[in-house]
């Protein structure tokens, strides 16, 4: 199973960015799937989540700011960043939890794509 992260860049304060992820690989289902982000020196936090049922989950920070959304027939999940801030920097990672081949209730990780905030 692998999950490929697209579409971290740098961008201006008050700007925006999406970010996307694709899995890929024998599974059955995703469960859910996830965004995390960590910036240097720091804990690796949760961004926001959203489950096979629609469900939205969003860190206090980011609410208003940010949408997750997930592209179903694709196994897609996408993050939709508004307002943009310099705290907002950091390396930002996927996670999907998914039932396959090799087992149910697994989490996998995508890569980091960086996300640099600043003028």
């Known amino acids: 199973v692998q999950l490929q992260a697209s579409g971290g860049g740098l961008v201006q304060p008050g700007g925006s960015l999406r970010l996307s992820c694709a899995v890929s690989g024998p599974i059955y289902e995703i469960n859910s799937m996830a965004w995390y982000r960590q910036a240097p020196g720091k804990q690796r936090e949760l961004v926001a989540t959203?489950?096979?049922?629609?469900?939205?989950n969003y860190a206090d920070s980011v609410k208003e700011r940010f949408i997750i959304s997930r592209a179903s027939a694709k196994n897609e999940v996408n993050l939709q960043m508004n307002s943009l801030q310099p705290e907002d920097t950091s390396l930002y990672y996927c996670k999907a939890n998914v039932n396959g081949d090799i087992g149910y209730g697994l989490d996998f990780w995508g890569e980091g794509t960086q996300v640099t905030v600043s003028s």
């Open positions: 959203i489950t096979r049922g629609g469900t939205t």
